[in-house]
């Protein structure tokens, strides 16, 4: 779990004591109407119904939304905890985040969650900053205290998890490669400079955003491991995978179906383990092409499950029921174990 959330838990004003008795009084009847909340259309700031008395308000900004797994998770959270809690994806293009942010306190939201495009700029935003936002430089779950915005990262927490869910294994005893250094690329690269793995290369389609983030993190990692940057060429990756023992795919190849893979499936041998960060119905083709080539292979599913249940306990001060979001999530996936 991310240690930087755990420290925030009981902080601010966790909001549902009161009405988690109240659901806990009325029984199991009552689950489904202080659930009617699922809304699974999308909104706009200008379009989102008036809040109402007594129920809390959450839910996922970006563009595109619509796709968003999300509400189905965390209104399976609220819903198996006995809250009275709604959650709505809402389409906030590129350049309006500014002023749509009014519109959402107006509406009544106690937090949301953050996608792209927004993260880096909803960093800016924020009037509070926790220790997992300023490492990520980004924020992918705020949550409202007053009229102030506490902003969190949740997405390298949400990854390490991830991968001791998937794998059990220390960190600190892996050759990893990171492929992609967009945000999810250098959230999970500066969570290892500062937690620590057996040696990380970077490498990114334009290869001075690896060098960039290879310049930052040096001075963090001071030596403690093996750190370095790669162009991003079939050589380069040939002699790398050689010596790797978990590859973080952080591009967005495998979002489309067509995409290419983003390694060639000949260099990928059977002792890797693989973690896109990607998810799709029926897996990535990086997974999938992992998988029959012997390695071990998983996609971004789990990750995404880990960083909405940190969310959710940032939101509600709570321990969140983690067996309700994962089945939700696996169901909204049409992935059931
Ligand atoms: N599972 C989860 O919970 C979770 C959470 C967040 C994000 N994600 C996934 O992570 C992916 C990356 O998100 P992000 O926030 O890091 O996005 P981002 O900041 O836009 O970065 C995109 C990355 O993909 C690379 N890229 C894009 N098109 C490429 C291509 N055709 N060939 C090679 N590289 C390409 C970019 O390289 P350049 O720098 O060269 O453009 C950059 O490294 C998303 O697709 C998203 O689905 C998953």
Known sequence: MDGACSRTHGKGNPPFGQLGRRAFLLGGKAFRWLNGGVRMEVFTPESLPPPQSGRFRYGVIGSPIAHSLSPA?????????GLDAEYFRIEIPKDDLAKAIPRLLEAGFQGWNCTLPHKTEMF????QKDPSAIEAQSVNTVRVEGRQLHGFSTDAGGWEAAIQE?????????QILILGCGGVGQSIARRLARSGCGSLILMNRDPRRAELLNLELKPIVDGRFPLSFLPWTDANLETTLKKTDLIVQATSLGLRETDPLPIPAHFL???????DTIYRKGFTPLVRASRERGCS?????????????????IWTGKTAPKAAMRQALWQAAEREK
């Open 166 to 174: 998937t794998w059990a294994v220390p960190l600190n005893n892996l």
């Open 297 to 313: 292979a998983e996609d971004g599913l789990a990750m995404l499950l880990q960083q909405g249940i940190l969310s959710w306990e």
């Open 269 to 275: 041998n059977a002792k890797l383990k693989v973690y």
């Open 73 to 81: 998770m965390q209104l399976a959270g609220f819903q198996a905890a």
């Open 124 to 127: 800016r935003i924020v009037t």
